[in-house]
């Protein structure tokens, strides 16, 4: 019988964690080096609430989901990705760039490497860091000591409505379980986080604040 891939774990028909759907669980496949597009949406709500250098590096672009919305706010935008995906600049490992960056750090990371990525993050920006995460991220004593207890963020933005990570290039998904935050640091901000909410509505709304 043929050796199965080795892929990450991802439960079994007896997972809580598939009974809920959690993305990260599911009874499939994770995707090819952990690549979900993010749905723009998510970055314009975002744009509302918080102010952010005119100089953005999204570090983990994909596809150009979030790049391509932010550069139609205004934004300019440094586009990079370990995997060449066919926008920005692929072959870029951002877990060794050392050189500092004159604006500001926002992108959905991968989510095995999420503290990595946060810290690195934190490295190299001039003022803020801002990430797309599961609300779960919150959890544990390892990330706890690693970046929250040394590097709380300032705030927590919690979508009130599921938000939708696509497969690969893929334009539909199905609903999810899961909930997504921004997460947002600022450069030397050693006090607690303020949490927010916020939904993709207020974007046909032009409502500016829930909570």
């Known amino acids: 019988m043929a050796e199965k891939p080795n892929h990450d774990w991802t439960g079994n028909s007896q997972s809580s964690y598939a009974m809920i759907g959690a993305s990260n669980h599911a009874l499939e496949y994770r995707e090819q080096d952990d690549f979900y597009s993010t749905d723009p949406d998510a970055i314009e ?25 932010m550069e139609k706010l205004g934004k300019q935008v440094k586009s990079t990705d370990l995997v060449d995906r066919g926008y920005g600049v692929g072959g870029v490992n951002f877990l060794s760039q050392t050189e500092p960056f004159d604006g500001d750090i926002i992108t959905n990371p991968p989510y095995k490497y999420v503290t990595e990525f946060v810290l690195k993050a934190i490295e190299l920006t001039q003022d ?15 990330r706890y000591e690693k970046i929250f207890k ?11 409505n599921r938000m939708m990570c696509f497969k690969s290039d893929a334009e539909t998904a199905k609903s999810s379980a899961v909930c997504f935050a921004w997460f947002i640091w600022q450069k030397g901000y050693n006090g607690l986080p303020t949490i927010h909410w916020i939904s993709t509505k207020e974007i046909e709304t032009n409502q500016t604040k829930l909570f």
Do not use: Q
């Open 128 to 142: 803020k860091v801002a990430m797309f995460l599961k609300l779960t991220t919150l959890e544990g004593r390892e």
């Open 150 to 160: 040394p590097y709380p963020p300032k705030d927590v933005y919690v979508f009130i």
């Open 45 to 69: 709500v975002l744009f509302k609430h918080v102010s952010f250098s005119d100089k953005i590096w999204e570090c983990a672009c994909g596809n150009g989901a979030l790049s391509k919305r």
